[in-house]
RNA sequence: GGAGGCGUCGCCUAGUGGCCUAUGGCGCCCGCCUGCUAAGCGGGUUGAGGGUGAUCCCCUCUCGCGGGUUCAAAUCCCGCCGCCUCCGCCA
């Protein structure tokens, strides 16, 4: 949630940043209305209580016909207390959710608008160039044997797939290349839990809009992570972190489960867009000075990873419209795909700044006293996406494929994956 | 899944309806004292919210969480969550 301070005393910049993302200022007014509305109750409800119980030691003190009387007026004010109590915590509630309808300000220094309004940072990798007709992933992940979306779609459904042989080889190597790039950078290693509780994926902005798309497990109380990024933002839930140990680190390898609800029909070919994936995500809790600094340094990660698979790619500022409930920025880098001949988003890093740590309750102690945490994440490396661009980039005439130099080592140390 | 036990301020702990504005110890912080160190002495030390928002002051909430009973709840009742022990099952 937004700080409701700025929300007080600067309400203009957060209908600005509405406006911006292409949405009414109208949830401002309400939150504003809410916040007024929630004060006074809380002084209402504080003065009864305040009362009631300087009555109940009198009370105690007392006996007799005196006892009696303040006994009567204290079972009336008990009443009245109780009501205030109620009115007052509909009022918290009241407020609470028009506050959490407010998605994080959008940078003031990203594009206004939507999907289309990015802005281009930069490419690079060398285009591929084919002298052949390039095949796609499923024809390429086919031939080597490393893709079976067929049997994906039988055993579990249409957007499921199997890694097979040099395909589950592939996802190992690029799972453990990132983690070795995350340890080298200063990042702890994570396996999360990838089932959660509901506060943890309200807390992280997920059951917003965004609920559609979330997995639900029938007759419990938990849900599916869409990425780790989930499980690693609740991980400090509740607490007060030291900010001398500030910034905290994690790179974390887990499943995603995404419903998908609202993509039918785009993407249906091969694995580009699946209800299953596993994914490395770096996440950083850190000061919200160094916020900005943290999250150009989680770009320059994974433009590291990406360098290393050789890929031709673009790194775009993503637009106010475009960020999602949570970030206040968002960089995406979007790889060249051959058979689509155009750039596809394979890593996305946000900058969410105290957006999340506010719902989830997480703090550091600083010298100056508690203070607002804030909270970064980025895709280091998601599986299924760069094996296509891999398969695509790096494809010969007759189906085999060249691994990067970088990735050789996780992959036994072979130069070119042959068709079987 | 079955049975039992436990959840108090960073840690340990006292507290079985009003004297709880929650005890004591450890740790930590500030100061004093001691010619180093150690010891000793005094004070402080949960967090959130509100009061037309001064690090001061006042108030409310916070004894795992949520309800209830009562004029009054850490304390009594109900539900939930978590942890521990034993049994069963099991990778």
Not at 27 to 54: F, G, H, W
Not at 140 to 155: P, Y
Not at 188 to 211: C, D, H
């Amino acid at each position: 949630m937004i700080d409701p301070r700025v929300l007080r005393e600067e309400p203009d910049r957060v209908r600005t940043a509405q406006t911006r993302r292409g949405l009414s200022s109208a949830p401002v007014d309400d939150a504003l209305a809410a916040d007024e509305a929630r004060r006074r109750t809380i002084a209402d409800y504080e003065t009864r209580r305040a009362e009631q119980k300087s009555l109940g030691k009198e009370v105690a003190r007392a006996s007799g016909e005196e006892k009696a009387e303040l006994l009567a007026r204290t079972r009336a004010l008990s009443a009245e207390v109780k009501e205030l109590e109620a009115a007052q915590g509909a009022a918290e509630q009241a407020w609470r959710d028009a506050v959490l309808a407010i998605p994080n300000l959008a940078h003031p220094d990203i594009p206004a608008g939507g999907e289309e309004q990015f802005a281009l940072l930069e490419t690079r990798g060398e285009m591929p160039e084919f002298d052949f007709t390039p095949r796609d992933h499923v024809e390429l992940g086919a031939m080597l044997g490393a893709i079976d979306v067929e049997r994906g779609a039988k055993v579990s459904g249409s957007r499921f797939y199997y890694l097979t042989g040099v395909g589950a080889e592939l996802e190992l190597a690029l799972v453990m290349m990132a983690m070795d790039q995350a340890r080298a950078t200063g990042f702890t290693p994570m396996i999360p839990p990838s089932l959660v509780k509901p506060r943890a994926m309200e807390g992280t902005g997920f059951l917003g809009q965004a609920a559609d798309d979330v997995y639900r497990i029938e007759g419990q109380d938990l849900y599916l992570v869409g990425t780790s990024e989930v499980p690693l933002a609740a991980y400090h839930s509740d607490e007060i972190l030291d900010g001398a140990q500030l910034p905290l680190r994690y790179a974390a390898f887990s499943p995603c489960f995404r419903k998908e609800a609202g993509s039918h029909g785009k993407d249906t070919r091969g694995i580009f867009r699946t209800h299953w994936f596993d994914k490395v995500e770096m996440f950083v809790f850190t000061t919200l000075d160094e916020a900005e600094a943290e999250h150009e340094r989680l770009l320059e990660h994974e433009k590291a990873f990406m360098d290393k698979l050789e890929l031709h790619y673009r790194v775009i500022d993503v637009a106010a419209g475009d960020l999602g409930l949570s970030a206040s920025r968002k960089y995406d880098c979007e790889a060249w795909l051959p058979s689509q001949e155009r750039f596809r988003e394979l890593t996305s890093t946000s900058n969410c700044n105290d957006f999340q740590t506010r719902r989830l309750d997480t703090r550091a102690r600083y010298a100056e006293g508690i203070g607002p945490v804030a909270t970064l994440n980025g895709t280091l490396c998601s599986t299924n996406r760069p094996i296509i661009a891999l398969l695509e980039t790096h494809q010969q005439a007759d189906g085999s494929v060249r691994v990067p130099a970088a990735l050789q080592p996780y992959l036994g140390g072979r130069e070119v994956l042959e068709p079987r």
